[in-house]
C-alpha cells in the first residue's frame, strides 16, 4: 500500500475514533466531576497506550534532533489537552456532531493558512479556489447540523 493511500486511511480511522472520544470522554467527565479531570485521565491512559506502542516497535527518539527543536515544538500536547478538554464540554450541551463540526471548520480555516505558508516546515501548498469553496461548504454543513 502506498504512503498516501495509508495516510488516507489512518485519517479515516483516526476522524472515527475522535468521533468516538467526544461521548466517551463526556462520560468520563461526568464521574470525575469536569472536562479538564476527564482530559487528565483520557491523556493519562493514552500515554499508557504509547508506552506500550513504543516499547512494542522499539522506537527510540533522536535525542540530539530532539534538543535541536525549537520551543513551539513542544505545543502539540497542549493543543490536543484543549481540544479534548473542549469536546469533553461541548458534545454533551451542543452534542457530538455540532461539536465536531464546529473543531473540524476552523481547523481547516487555520490549515489552509498553514498551508499556503508552508508553516512548520511543512510543505507549501497554495490556497486555492477550490479549497476555498469546500472549506465554505464545511462552514455551511456546521450551519446545517447546528440547525438540525
Known amino acids: 500500500m502506498n504512503q498516501v493511500l495509508s495516510a488516507i486511511l489512518v485519517m ?3 476522524g472515527a475514533l475522535l468521533a468516538l472520544q ?3 470522554n463526556a462520560m468520563l467527565g461526568r ?6 479531570n476527564a482530559a487528565f485521565v483520557s491523556f493519562l491512559v493514552g500515554t499508557a497506550v504509547l508506552i ?5 516497535l522499539r522506537v527510540k527518539p533522536d535525542v540530539e534532533a530532539v534538543k535541536a527543536l525549537p520551543w513551539y515544538a513542544w505545543l502539540g500536547g497542549a493543543y490536543g489537552a484543549f481540544l479534548v478538554a473542549a469536546t469533553t464540554f461541548a458534545a454533551p450541551r451542543i452534542g457530538v ?3 465536531l463540526t464546529l473543531a473540524i471548520s ?3 480555516v487555520v490549515a489552509l493558512v498553514l498551508d499556503q505558508f508552508g508553516a512548520f516546515g511543512l510543505a507549501r501548498l497554495a490556497v486555492t479556489p477550490a479549497k476555498v469553496v469546500g472549506v465554505v461548504l464545511v462552514a455551511i454543513g456546521v450551519v446545517l447540523v447546528r440547525r438540525g
Open 52 to 56: 506500550v506502542v513504543t516499547l512494542s
Open 106 to 108: 476552523s481547523q481547516l
Open 97 to 99: 456532531a455540532s461539536a
Open 12 to 14: 479515516l480511522v483516526g
Open 31 to 36: 464521574a470525575v466531576g469536569s472536562p479538564v
Open 22 to 24: 467526544a461521548p466517551t
